[in-house]
């Protein structure tokens, strides 16, 4: 499927998590992670909209680092401080997991380690490590990449290392089923949106009232 497509379903797989009782707010960090988890399994090629966001996050990080230590040394902010106190073990093995399983993904080409169950765990696992609140939404979007990639006529190696590439050949990975499946993830996403601003269950009420008279 196109990158958009991933983007939409495995958003709305994540913001299905959120219950409906708190504010629309508590959206922002499940859509991140759906949107994350989405295309995370293209980062095993380079021309991927995945991999083309993965490189936009490493030049952020790095522009962000050596801006915060030129600051540190200059105006002396305390940031290296901060860090010290509050990025630990955790989160810096949980870094380098993540790196480690883009790499090997890369490494055995597209739909290969990175579109497997083990890929999806262990990734995962790391991002708990590193940003635990992102980690289930994460998932979420990264499985429901996987399931949307079952659908091509192209195999993937989904129990890898074990067995062949697996597919249900139902469609191709553009055309009419790929954009039918984009506007379903695009419609969902408003209406979770609009459930939790309250807008959603107003509008059906007044047309309900409307149609009573």
């Known amino acids: 499927m196109t990158g958009k497509t991933h983007i939409m379903v495995g958003t709305a797989a994540a913001l299905a ?19 994350m988890g989405s295309l995370a399994p293209d980062t095993d090629i380079g021309t991927s909209e995945g991999s083309r966001e993965l490189r936009r996050v490493w030049a952020g990080l790095f522009v962000a680092l050596a801006s915060a230590l030129v600051a540190d040394a200059v105006l002396g902010t305390g940031v290296c401080d901060y860090a010290r106190t509050h990025v630990g073990l955790e989160q810096l093995a949980g870094l380098a997991t ?23 765990a262990a990734s995962t696992l790391a991002l708990r490590l590193a940003y635990p609140l992102l980690a289930t939404p994460f998932a979420m979007g990264y499985a429901s990449h996987l399931l949307l990639d079952l659908l091509n006529k192209k195999d993937q190696r989904l129990f890898w290392p074990l067995g ?7 469609c191709k990975a553009s055309g009419v089923a790929d954009a039918l499946l984009c506007l379903a993830g695009f419609l969902v996403c408003l209406v979770l949106v609009l459930l ?13 009232g409307l149609r009573l008279r």
């Not at 009782?21 to 759906?34: D, E, M, N, T």
């Not at 062949?164 to 139902?170: D, F, I, N, Q, T």
């Not at 601003?197 to 047309?207: E, K």
Request: hydrophobic residues 55%; charged residues 5%.
């Open 164 to 170: 062949r590439g697996v597919s249900l050949g139902a």
């Open 98 to 120: 993540l790196v480690a399983v883009f790499a090997l993904g890369r490494a055995s080409g597209h739909r290969g380690f990175s579109h497997s169950v083990v890929a999806l």
């Open 196 to 208: 939790h601003l309250d807008i959603l269950p107003g509008a059906l009420g007044s047309l309900a």
């Open 17 to 35: 998590l959120v219950p409906l009782s708190l504010p629309v707010a508590s959206c922002l960090p499940f859509a991140i992670g759906g949107v």
